[in-house]
């Protein structure tokens, strides 16, 4: 079994950014040699951002339906298991069973309509 990262070496493209619709997210699983990485891209207007897919709460991946990331109404990042409610913008647990906590920020950006680890 190949070991489980927590971040990506900059400038790895991810995909055109046109690829996850407004209000919305994408996971993102990158093989690598030292082991595989699982992430997650949220898009807001023309930012993203990135984090891995680890809940802050048990450190499981958050969603149990492909790219289910967001609350209904697109306002935050909701864990399907425990319903931990994580803000968008930085990561933080703003409701749910680690309010606190954040998860781990994944670098990304948007260069020439790409989306790119940062
Ligand atoms: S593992 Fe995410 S809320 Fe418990």
Not at 20 to 25: G, L
Not at 97 to 112: E, H, N, R, S
Request: glycine share 12%; aromatic share 8%; net charge negative.
């Amino acid at each position: 079994m190949s070991e489980r990262l927590t971040a990506t070496p900059p400038g790895v493209t991810l995909g055109p950014f046109m690829l996850i619709p407004d209000n919305a997210a994408r996971n993102f699983v990158l093989e690598m040699r030292a082991g595989r990485f699982h992430g997650f891209v949220v898009r807001k207007g023309e930012t993203v951002h990135g984090y891995v897919d680890r809940c802050a709460h048990m450190a499981l991946p958050l969603t149990q339906t492909l790219d289910d990331y967001l609350t209904p109404d697109g306002a935050l990042i909701q864990c399907s298991w425990h319903g931990a409610l994580y803000r968008i913008d930085d990561g933080a647990c703003v409701g749910g069973p680690c309010v606190g906590a954040k998860l781990t920020p994944w670098p990304v950006a948007v260069i020439d309509g790409m989306i790119v680890t940062a």
